[in-house]
Structures are given as C-alpha cells and as structure tokens.
C-alpha cells in the first residue's frame, strides 16, 4: 500500500480512490482494480481500469449516491433507477466507451467487465450501452416465440381432439335406441323383442318335453 487511497497490486499497477487488487479470475498473477469500494472524502464513486475517473452523474431518480449507477467523463444516463436496481448503462461522448463512459476508446481490456458479479446487467459496449438493450429485445422477442409457439400447439391439440370425437360419433360404435326399438332389432340381426322372447319360450318347452320323455323311459325301464 502506498496511501490511504493508493495499493499497489502483486502485478505492479496500481489502484486508486481505496479501490483493492483483485486477481483476474482464470488469469493468475493478474490483477484488475475492484472500484465498487473506491469512494473520496466526499463520497464521490470512482470507476477505470485504476479507478481514476470520478462520478459526473449518478443514474438513480432518488439522488442517491450509487456505487453501481453512474456515468464518468460527461456520459449521460440511459435510464434513471432506484439506488438498489442493477445499472442500465451510459450513452457516451465519442472519445469514451464503456458501461460507466471508464474508457478511452481503444483502451477497454479483454474480457472486461472482470467482476462479473459487481457489473452484471451492465452493457458491454460503450456506445451507449445498445448491447444492453439489444439483449432485452432478443429476450422479448423470444418469449413472443415461445408463446405462440405453445398457443398453436394447443391450438391444434383441441382441432385434432373434435375430430377424433366426431369421427368416434359417426362411426356408430354404441348405436342409440331407437323408441321402436329399430336400433337393437338391427344389432339383433333383424329379429324384434317381441319374436325373441317367443323363439325363448319355445326353446324351454322343448327342453321340458324331453325331460318328461327321458323320465317316462326310465319308469319303463325300471318296469321291465
């Protein structure tokens, strides 16, 4: 540490405005500098590759000073939002780039933001922050496509459904009864109630005459 306000990282560079080392994730021996704890006596909120360029506009509507939601180096804020909500991004000067204008054009590190956690939601470019945007559109469109996708699935469920049905009623499967009893002379082959309780009531007289003469045949037997 050279100061209060001054570390000087493992790798040689240093940070500023209090902000810490931290080592590049996958990139040992490399440090970036964390500005979400870089403040000044006052209170202003610092953001660069050291933390350097101070706050010229905080992008919450309650005036709140935002560690995360703020433009540097004149940017100007794409939306205005509560202290707590995830920074939206910056429209930038043509000189700057960069989710907080932190940038000088053509000096933006591979593989930022390195904090992936402390700039998430963030845009990754710096003109103006349209990577963002761009994001959201692709995201709404999306769900629009899944939705009408499921609606017409369900759509053709319910056609194929009635037709199946239909086809189910006109095939005749459980024919109804008609009041004249039509329907089940037909499934009956044509004979109607009437003729089959009679054809039943002859079967059972014939089976009565043969038992009658089965049992006269044995007292003659017996009488013999």
């Known amino acids: 540490s050279m100061g209060d306000d001054i570390t000087q990282c493992p790798d040689g560079h240093f940070c500023l405005n209090g902000s810490l080392c931290q080592e590049i994730e996958g990139d040992e021996g490399n440090y970036f500098c964390d ?3 870089a403040f000044d006596k006052k209170g202003n909120a610092f953001q660069g590759l050291k933390c350097q360029h101070k ?10 000073v935002s560690k995360k939601s703020f433009c540097t180096n004149g940017g100007t804020c794409l939306a205005e939002i509560a202290s707590k909500e995830a920074h939206v991004g910056c429209r930038c000067g043509d000189n700057y780039e960069g989710e907080h204008c932190q940038f000088v054009k053509g000096t933006r590190p591979d593989g930022w933001p390195y904090n992936q956690q402390s700039e998430a939601g963030s845009p990754s470019s710096g003109g103006g922050g349209g990577g963002s945007n761009g994001g959201v559109i692709f995201g709404i469109i999306l769900a629009v496509l899944v939705l009408f996708a499921i609606i017409v699935f369900v759509a053709l469920r319910i056609v194929k459904k009635k037709n199946e049905n239909k086809a189910l009623a006109g095939s005749g499967a459980v024919p109804e009864l008609d009041p004249d009893g039509g329907k089940l002379q037909e499934a009956m082959g044509g004979v109607t109630t009437e003729e089959a309780a009679q054809n039943g009531d002859e079967f059972g007289d014939t089976m009565k005459n043969e038992e009658e003469a089965a049992e006269d045949e044995g007292e003659e037997g017996e009488i013999i």
Do not use: F, G
Not at 55 to 64: L, N
């Open 35 to 37: 500005c979400d704890v």
């Open 55 to 64: 706050a010229t506009v905080y992008c919450t509507y309650d005036e709140a």
